[in-house]
């Protein structure tokens, strides 16, 4: 029975999905970063009313403290919320990283492709500096090249697409929000492929 290609690029998928969440799993069990602690502390002192920059020092941009604000206030003070989501960032980057490969490659090859280079970032965070999950600049970065493979897909069908120009624009302005070294090349590389287009 040869298995059609949406049903293959699903069963590839569970290829590398099942191994990185099990990894995961062994990160979220066994490594918590100390970034969840400075992010809940952050959290509770802007709890208090203090203000950000003003009242204490944070050397990252607005919106890292604004997600673990929001995370403070409906979670309260625990560790697995910021946790949970932090893996499911990372999870969601392999699987945009995934449908990217699958634009060049076979669903088998882009496949191990993603396990390969979502082992090797768990490894890195596991031996690494104490980085915090909960970046979602590097999920815009993930999400920006796909709606730039749908928009160029739209241009070929003669259809140009404003909402996913917004949409590029969004995220382009989230990533400068939470970090702006990633935002800003985000931006240029955005405006490049634009003006190529």
């Known amino acids: ?26 990160y979220v069990m066994h490594m918590i970063s100390m970034q969840y602690g400075w992010g809940l502390l952050y959290a509770q002192r802007m709890a208090e009313g203090a203000v950000p920059y003003k009242d204490f020092y944070y050397m990252g941009p607005p919106l890292t403290l ?6 403070y206030k409906i979670f309260g003070n625990q560790f697995w919320p910021f946790v949970i989501f932090g893996c499911g960032l990372r999870i969601l980057c392999f699987i945009f990283f995934y449908y990217l490969l699958l634009q060049i490659y076979t669903p088998i090859i882009a496949a191990f492709g993603t396990l390969i280079s979502a082992v090797a970032y768990i490894g890195w965070i596991f031996v690494g500096p104490e980085i915090s999950m909960n970046d979602i600049s590097f999920l815009c970065g993930y999400i920006v090249p796909v709606l730039f493979i749908m928009f160029l897909n739209d241009i070929e069908q003669v259809k140009i697409s404003y909402k996913k120009i917004f949409i590029i624009g969004i995220l382009c302005g989230i990533s400068l929000i939470n970090k702006q070294s990633f935002g800003l090349t985000i931006i240029l590389t955005s405006l490049i492929i634009l003006n190529v287009i």
């Open 66 to 71: 604004q997600i673990s604000y929001a995370f």
């Open 1 to 26: 029975m040869i298995l059609t290609t949406k049903k293959n690029t699903v069963l590839c998928a569970l290829v590398w999905l099942i191994p990185v969440i099990s990894i995961m799993s062994v």
